[in-house]
DNA sequence: TGTTTTTTTTACCATTTGGTCAAAGCAAGG
DNA sequence: CCTTGCTTTGACCAAATGGTAAAAAAAACA
């Protein structure tokens, strides 16, 4: 066998979701072998035999991710009418935060604590795919299809609200009025936010 | 003596100064002991002469900074212009994200994991004072003064636009152009953003 | 079926870490 | 100087934890 077997590939599946419950819950130092290796059904030196060590199963973890968690923000489509590809984007955001909220808090972790085993991941995928998003940003506002102001803030502002519901959620869980769809009402809210402010 | 001397009020807060750098670093479980009390400049096991244990020197920690960390919020008057005291919440909770961007790294760190040494405290200080301003806020808009929209979602949206500043810094700092005061333009960015949303 | 290869487990190790304890240092009053 | 009470430290401990080794078990293959 070639180490591609489909044993392999369940159990290493299987590890990378327990690991993505536990990491998210606990942070990286947080988290115990024992407790991802139990999570996934198996015993720790059993994952030990998929992965090389903790911080192996953590990068594979985070760079399996950042594509996914990417995606919208690729889709933002230079042919399409300026305003609705950005309330697209931000509703796409807003589900993700709803259907992912574990993703965007492994994230949320890393990135806090200065993203120590991320650093060069982010600084060439990301940066390009921002840098790139953010010209298209100008490019419409000096078109005058969307309000003038700063595109890098602007997208700050869309990561922020958006995943906010998500990283936040035992807070916003605690505060919100009980009884109501908060991931709905927040989509409405921020569809409203973005429309006024970009509006020309 | 009464266990209030001089030196035990200097070596205290040594101790939650160095915690404060350390927790908010690295997180609870990250941080060590010996990290800290290497950074208060004392050993261990004096240390834990001051406080009883770990967990004890990070529930302090956090419980100081609620107040602190709320303070802006609870200013946010009645009696004031409705935008203009909005407009004076978002200018402060900007500043206190480049003048604090530990403490709100420390929440952060702390919330995303669902909060686990704060639940209780959170569910009664923080959530009386949100009730207080949505309540607040609720009647600015019955009264016409500001647009209406959800109060709730309007708070949450402040919370996260400023404090992803200091959550983020990392990816902040390596994705917003050289050479520019992040925070001032952050500043300027979401004044105008308030500005345009809340303006009937 | 017998052999080889892959997978899993049991037992173990070294290090880290939160926490304890008893002894030593030290300031203040007598 | 000596006692008394507060402060600090060095030595130590038990539990947790990342990781290893070798053998058992299970598949795959011939």
Redesign the pocket.
Known sequence: ?D?N?R??KR?RSAILAAALDVFSQHGYRG????QIASAAG?????L???F????AVFVQLLHELVDKWLEPLRQLNADGDPLEEIRTYVRRKVQMSQEMPQESRLFANEIVQGAPRMGTYLSQDLKELFDEKTALLSKWMDEGRIARMDPQHLIFSIWATTQHYADFEAQIHLLSDPGTDVFQSAAEFLDNLYVRLLTP
Chains 1, 2 share one sequence.
């Open positions: 066998m180490g077997s044993v392999q159990n988290a115990t072998l024992d198996m015993s720790k030196p059993n030990l035999y998929y090389p060590g903790k911080e």
